[in-house]
C-alpha cells in the first residue's frame, strides 16, 4: 500500500501549532496546581504589586510557593516572620521556597529590592490557618 | 606619463607603508605614559552611565565606583571580564590595571527594565592601536587598489 | 470550495478582529493579572503653628500632646540591607507644632517593655527623624538619604542615651554593641563615645553605612515608657544653623520625612528596624 | 549565468561554479516533496512556541523572552551572518509564514494538485512590483524597533501582522506576491542575496530553449509553476528567487541547479529583465543608514537617544522618526549622489546618464552593507549569545529546565576581541566593495580610462564609510 503523504503533512501542522498551544498550556496549569501550594507573581507597586496580595496556606504541612518575578527589575522576597527570604529574583526568573509554617495568624511579606519609588509599598499578607 | 607614474609609485609606497605600520602594530604593542591612579564615580540609571565614557591611559590603575540612581545596576567591563553591581544605597566598586589597549564597551549585568540589554557605556584605554592599526589598513588598501586599477 | 470575493473580505475582517482581541487581552494581562493601582497616597503630618513651647529638662509630658491630632505612619520591617529586622513595629503615631523659633516632632508607639539598657543580647529601643537636606528632593529611595550628594539629616533618640543623658546614669555593661557589625553574635568590644549633650544623636548620611555624628548637636529630644508605650518628643530650632548639614524648615512650607523605629528586646540594632515609607510634612 | 571576463581581484574567476546538485542523494532529497515542507512544519512549531512565548511575555523582561531572544539575537543575526550571505534566500526556504496562504491556493500541502489555483489570484501592479513597498515597509518597521527588540508583545504584534499579511494576501494575490513585494525583511534579503555564495539556476540553455511547455514556469504534477513569478529557465540573479525548490521538481530533465559560486556575482547582472533599480539602491542607502542608527541607539552609550527610541515622550519619538527617516531616504543617499556626481565629472564621460552612474555605483554598497550588519550583529550576539541557552530551557519563563541550561548566567563571550573581529569583517567586505566597484565602474563607463577616473570618488566614498563605521565599532 503507498503511504499517504498529505494527511500526515497535514497531522503534523495541526500537530505543530494548535495541539502544541493546547498542550504547553495544559500542561503548565498542570503542572503549577500539583507542584505548589501557592503561586506569586512579583512586580513592581506601579505594575500590580504582589499578585495575589493576599496568600493562604494550611498550618502544618510543608508549603511549597512559587515566585515568579514577571517584572523588567529584579524584586526579593522576604517573609521576615519565619525568617525565609529569597534575597533576588532577577527579572524574568522565579524562585520556590519550602518551608512548614509552625504559627498560625497574618504575616506580611516584602520586596528586598529598591525596585521603583513605590517599593515602600511593595508588600503582601501571607495568611496561616 | 613620467609624473602619472611617480604619483602612482608613490600612492603604492604609502599605501603599503600604511599596511606595513599597521602590521607593526598589531605586533607591538604601543608604550605607555607613566601609569596613574584613576578614580571614577560612575552614576548607572535606567539606561544611561553618566559619565557614559571613561577616558584612562594603558597601564593606569582604574578605579570605578558604581552608584545606582533608581534600581540595581551592574557593570561588567569587556575584554577585562570583570563585573561589579551596586543597588540604591549600596555602591560597587571594581579596580584592575587597564593593560589592554582599545575601546571596551562596559554593560550592565543586572536587568534593569526593558532597554537592559542596551545599557551600555564606553571604556577609552589611549592610546585605542585598533583604530588606528584597522584604519591604516583601510586606507592602505584603498590606496592600494587605487593604484592597481589606476596602473 | 472556491475563494471568492466574500469570503476573502470575511476571513480578513474575522481575522483582524480575532488578533485585535488577541493584542487586547494581551496587553491587559501584559504584566501579569490586571489589577487596580491604587494612587499613590503619602501619609501627612501636619505641624500647626503654636505659641507654646515646651521644656524638655522636665519629663514629657503628655497632656501637651493630647489635643494635637496625630498621623498613623504604617512601618515595615527593613529588609533591603542585611541584617534585616527581627521583629516589627507595625506602625508609630506622629504629632507636630511649631512656634516661631521651634519645631517639635513627637512620636509614639506601642512597646511591651521598656529597654533603656544595653548589655550582651540586650538593645535599646529607638526611633529616628529622617529629612533630606535638598529642599526639592524627589521621593525616590529612602534607603539611609540615598537622595543625591546632599543626603539626609537623621535625629535618632535612643532610650540608653536618653537615660544617660537625662538621668545621669550609666546604662551600658562591660561591652556591647548597637550597629551592624561581623561578630554580632559575640559582642564584647567597648565602644569609645564623647561626652553626651543630649539624648539625640544628630546625623548625617548620603547611603547605606555612611551614618556619621554631626560637628554640632543640635537637636534635643526626650522619651518616656508609659503603659506600654513610648512617647519621645524632638526639639530643634526651626531654622537650619549650617544649611549643609541641617533640614531647613519654614512656616508654611513641606518636607519629606521618614520613620524608623527599633525594639530592643526583640534585637533591633543598627539596620534592624522598621522603618516607615515617606511622609510629607506640611507647616501650617 | 552571465558571462563575463572580469575577475574579482583580478585573479577570483567569476564563471566559475560548483553544483551541489551533482551529487545525487542531494537531489533525491531537493526533489522530494518533504523538502522544504517538512523544516517549514518543525519551523512553524519553532514560531508557535515564539508567538506562545512572546505572547505570554507581554511587557516582561525581553532578554529572558524565548520570542524575543530566538527573533532578535539568533534569527536576525543568523540571517545576516550566515543565512544571507552563505545561502542567498534560505530563509524564505524554511519561512513558515507562507504556508498558510500556500496551502489555500493549492488545497493540498503535499500533494500537488494540477490545474488552476485558488483563491483571487490577482496580479500585483507592475508599478508596484519592485522594491518600493519593501523599503517603507522595512523603514517603517524599524520605527518600531525600540519596542520590538525589547518587549515580547511587541514582537508578537509584528509577527501577527505578518502572519496575517501572508494569508490574506496569499488569498487576494497570485503565488508568493506577498514575499515578492510586501515582507518587510524580504527585501534586504533579496537585495543581500545577490552576495550570496549560493544560486538555483538552470544549467543548459539548449535544453530549456526546446521544452515546451516550460514546466518550471507553469508546473506539472511533480510540482508547481514558481510560486515566486521568476521564469526559471532564464533568471539570473538571485534577488527575487525564495528557493523554494519546486523548479527542481518540476524539471523533467534535471537542469536545475543550486550552485556554489563566488560572492556578488548577481552585483554586475544588468538587463532588461532584471535590471538594476532605484529601488535596489534606495534598499541599500536604507539598510546603511539603519545601521548606523542602530549602532547608535543601541550598542551606543548616549541615553538621550534611547530614550527617544523607545518613546519615553511623544515629540523625542517622532524626532526619532524624523530623524530616522530622513537621515536613510535622503542623507545618505544625497553624500553618495555628491560622489556619484564627482564620478561623473572627473570620468569625462558625457553620455552616460548621471542616474544610470548613481544606481549602478549603489550596488557597490550591498557588501558594504552586508559587512558592516554583520559588524553589527557580532556586537549583538557576543554579549548577549548567552541568553539564548537559558530560554531554551525555560522558553515561557515559568520556571522549566528542560536542557539543564536555564541557570546559566548571563555571560558575554569573547568581548574582548569583538573590536578585531568587526574590523576584520569590515576589511573583508570593505575589498568586496572595492572589487565590484571597479568591475561595475568598467560597466558604467565604456572607456578604461574613464572607469579609472570615475572609480576614484567611488573608492573614496567606500574608503570613508568604512572608515566611519570602523569609528563607530571600535573607536
Not at chain 4, 543565512?83 to 496562504?101: D, E, K, N, Q, T
Not at chain 4, 511547455?213 to 513569478?229: D, F
Request: overall charge positive.
Amino acid at each position: 500500500m503507498k503511504i499517504k503523504n498529505e494527511p500526515i503533512a497535514v497531522a503534523m501542522l495541526i500537530l505543530g501549532t494548535i495541539v502544541a498551544i493546547i498542550g504547553i498550556l495544559g500542561f503548565e496549569n498542570y503542572r503549577r496546581s500539583a507542584e505548589y501550594t501557592a503561586e506569586l507573581t512579583a512586580r513592581a507597586t506601579e505594575y500590580g504589586n504582589w499578585y495575589p496580595n493576599t496568600i493562604t496556606i494550611p498550618y502544618g504541612k510543608p508549603a511549597k510557593i512559587l515566585i515568579r518575578n514577571i517584572d523588567v527589575v529584579s524584586h526579593g522576597f522576604a517573609l521576615p516572620d519565619f525568617q525565609i527570604a529569597v534575597m533576588e529574583i532577577k527579572a524574568g526568573e522565579s524562585a520556590v521556597i519550602e518551608f512548614t509554617p509552625d504559627k498560625k495568624g497574618v504575616f506580611p511579606f516584602v520586596c528586598t529590592i529598591w525596585c521603583s519609588n513605590r517599593h515602600m509599598e511593595m508588600r503582601g499578607q501571607l495568611v496561616v490557618e | 606619463m613620467m609624473k602619472k607614474k611617480i604619483i602612482l609609485i608613490a600612492m603604492a609606497a604609502l599605501g603599503a607603508a600604511c599596511i606595513l605600520i599597521a602590521l607593526i602594530g598589531i605586533a607591538t604593542p604601543a608604550t605607555a605614559e607613566s601609569p596613574r591612579e584613576r578614580f571614577f564615580e560612575v552614576h548607572a540609571k535606567r539606561f544611561e552611565y553618566a559619565p557614559d565614557t571613561i577616558q584612562v591611559n594603558q597601564g593606569d590603575k582604574v578605579t570605578i565606583r558604581l552608584v545606582s540612581e533608581d534600581v540595581s545596576h551592574g557593570l561588567y567591563v569587556d575584554g577585562y571580564e570583570i563585573k561589579t553591581a551596586a543597588h540604591p544605597g549600596a555602591e560597587g566598586t571594581l579596580t584592575f590595571v587597564a593593560d589592554k589597549t582599545g575601546r571596551y564597551t562596559f554593560r550592565c549585568t543586572v536587568t534593569c527594565g526593558e532597554f537592559h540589554p542596551y545599557m551600555v557605556g564606553y571604556l577609552n584605554v589611549e592610546p585605542n592601536s585598533r583604530l588606528w592599526i584597522f584604519a591604516l589598513l583601510i586606507v592602505g588598501v584603498a590606496l592600494c587598489s587605487a593604484v592597481i586599477v589606476l596602473r | 470550495m472556491k475563494i471568492t470575493k466574500p469570503i476573502v473580505i470575511a476571513i480578513t475582517l474575522v481575522l483582524t478582529i480575532a488578533f485585535v482581541a488577541l493584542v487586547y487581552f494581551g496587553m491587559t494581562r501584559a504584566r501579569g493579572a490586571p489589577v487596580a493601582v491604587p494612587p499613590l497616597q503619602r501619609a501627612t503630618l501636619v505641624s500647626h503653628y503654636k505659641t507654646q513651647s515646651l521644656d524638655l529638662t522636665q519629663d514629657v509630658a503628655l497632656a501637651d500632646w493630647a489635643d494635637i491630632p496625630g498621623t498613623a505612619v504604617e512601618l515595615v520591617y527593613q529588609a533591603m540591607i542585611p541584617p534585616w529586622s527581627k521583629g516589627l513595629i507595625p506602625a508609630v503615631t506622629a504629632k507636630s507644632f511649631h512656634n516661631d523659633t521651634e519645631l517639635y516632632v513627637y512620636v509614639t508607639w506601642k512597646d511591651e517593655s521598656e529597654n533603656r539598657a544595653l548589655g550582651v543580647g540586650e538593645f535599646s529601643d529607638a526611633v529616628a527623624l529622617m529629612f533630606p537636606l535638598s529642599n526639592d528632593a524627589p521621593p525616590s529611595t529612602l534607603m539611609m538619604g540615598f537622595m543625591g550628594k546632599q543626603g539626609v539629616n537623621v535625629w535618632h533618640w535612643q532610650a540608653t542615651q536618653d537615660t544617660e543623658f537625662w538621668s545621669k546614669k550609666s546604662v551600658s555593661a562591660d561591652a556591647y554593641s548597637d550597629f551592624l557589625y561581623p561578630f554580632e553574635e559575640q559582642e564584647t568590644l567597648t565602644i569609645a563615645k564623647s561626652p553626651l549633650t543630649s539624648a539625640v544623636s544628630d546625623l548625617l548620611a548620603v547611603k547605606v553605612t555612611t551614618t556619621t555624628a554631626k560637628a554640632t548637636q543640635n537637636v534635643q529630644g526626650r522619651g518616656v515608657w508609659d503603659k506600654g508605650a513610648w512617647h519621645v518628643v524632638f526639639k530643634r530650632a526651626l531654622k537650619a544653623t549650617n544649611a549643609k548639614e541641617d533640614a531647613a524648615f519654614a512656616h508654611g512650607a513641606r518636607k519629606l520625612m521618614a520613620f524608623a523605629a527599633w525594639s530592643g528586646d526583640k534585637g533591633d540594632r543598627g539596620g534592624r528596624k522598621s522603618i516607615s515609607d515617606w511622609v510629607q510634612l506640611e507647616f501650617r | 549565468m552571465i558571462e563575463t571576463k572580469d575577475k574579482l581581484f583580478g585573479i577570483v574567476d567569476l564563471n566559475a561554479r560548483f553544483e551541489l546538485t551533482k551529487f545525487k542523494p542531494v537531489r533525491a532529497v531537493l526533489k522530494s516533496r518533504w523538502m522544504p515542507l517538512l523544516p517549514i512544519l518543525i519551523n512553524l512549531f519553532m514560531f508557535v512556541i515564539i508567538l506562545l512565548a512572546a505572547f505570554t511575555g507581554g511587557l516582561s523582561a525581553g532578554n529572558y523572552n524565548f520570542g524575543i531572544m530566538i527573533v532578535w539575537i539568533l534569527w536576525w543575526v543568523l540571517l545576516m551572518m550566515m543565512l544571507v550571505p552563505g545561502f542567498s534566500r534560505a530563509w524564505c526556504m524554511v519561512c513558515p509564514f507562507p504556508i498558510f496562504s500556500d496551502w489555500a491556493q493549492r488545497t493540498r500541502l503535499f500533494d500537488v494538485k494540477p490545474g488552476k489555483l485558488g483563491g483571487l489570484g490577482l496580479k500585483w501592479p507592475k508599478k508596484l512590483s519592485n522594491m518600493w513597498v519593501m523599503n517603507i515597509a522595512f523603514l517603517v518597521t524599524t520605527f518600531f524597533s525600540g519596542f520590538m527588540t525589547v518587549l515580547p508583545i511587541a514582537t508578537f504584534i509584528l509577527l501577527g501582522i505578518i502572519i496575517i499579511g501572508a494569508f490574506v494576501i496569499g488569498l487576494i494575490f497570485e503565488k508568493r506576491t506577498f514575499c515578492l513585494y510586501l515582507c518587510p525583511v524580504s527585501g534586504f534579503q533579496g537585495l543581500y542575496s545577490q552576495f550570496a555564495t549560493v544560486e538555483v539556476r538552470r544549467k543548459d540553455w539548449e535544453i530549456c530553449k526546446n521544452h515546451n511547455p516550460k514546466t518550471c514556469y507553469v508546473g506539472n504534477e511533480k510540482g508547481y509553476g514558481c510560486p515566486w513569478n521568476r521564469t526559471p529557465f532564464d533568471f539570473q540573479k538571485n534577488t527575487y528567487c525564495g528557493m523554494c525548490l519546486e523548479c527542481l521538481k518540476t524539471c523533467p530533465y534535471d537542469n536545475m541547479a543550486i550552485n556554489l559560486r563566488p560572492p556578488g556575482v548577481d552585483l554586475l547582472v544588468d538587463t532588461k529583465r532584471e535590471p538594476r533599480g532605484l529601488d535596489e539602491a534606495w534598499k541599500a542607502f536604507i539598510m546603511l543608514g539603519i545601521a548606523i542608527v542602530f549602532y547608535l541607539a543601541f550598542q551606543g552609550p548616549w541615553g538621550f537617544f534611547k530614550d527617544m527610541v523607545r518613546g519615553v515622550t511623544l515629540p523625542g519619538y517622532l524626532g526619532y522618526i524624523a530623524f530616522h527617516t530622513v537621515f536613510n531616504l535622503l542623507i545618505i543617499p544625497g553624500v553618495f549622489f555628491v560622489f556619484a556626481y564627482l564620478s561623473k565629472r572627473l570620468s569625462g564621460n558625457t553620455e552616460v546618464p548621471l542616474k544610470s552612474v548613481f544606481t549602478n555605483f549603489a550596488y557597490t554598497l550591498i557588501p558594504m552593507g552586508l559587512g558592516v550588519w554583520m559588524g553589527f550583529s557580532v556586537g549583538i550576539l557576543l554579549p548577549n549569545g548567552s541568553y539564548i541557552l537559558r530560554v531554551l530551557s525555560d522558553p515561557f519563563a515559568w520556571g522549566w529546565n528542560l536542557f539543564g541550561t536555564a541557570q546559566i548566567p548571563w555571560t558575554p563571550v569573547l568581548t574582548g576581541i569583538m573590536g578585531y573581529i568587526q574590523g576584520a569583517i569590515l576589511i573583508v567586505f570593505f575589498a568586496f566593495a572595492v572589487g565590484y566597484g571597479w568591475l561595475l565602474a568598467k560597466q558604467i563607463y565604456a572607456d578604461v580610462k574613464q572607469a579609472k577616473r570615475g572609480f576614484i570618488p567611488i573608492l573614496t566614498f567606500l574608503t570613508l564609510i568604512t572608515l566611519v563605521f570602523l569609528w563607530l565599532f571600535v573607536g
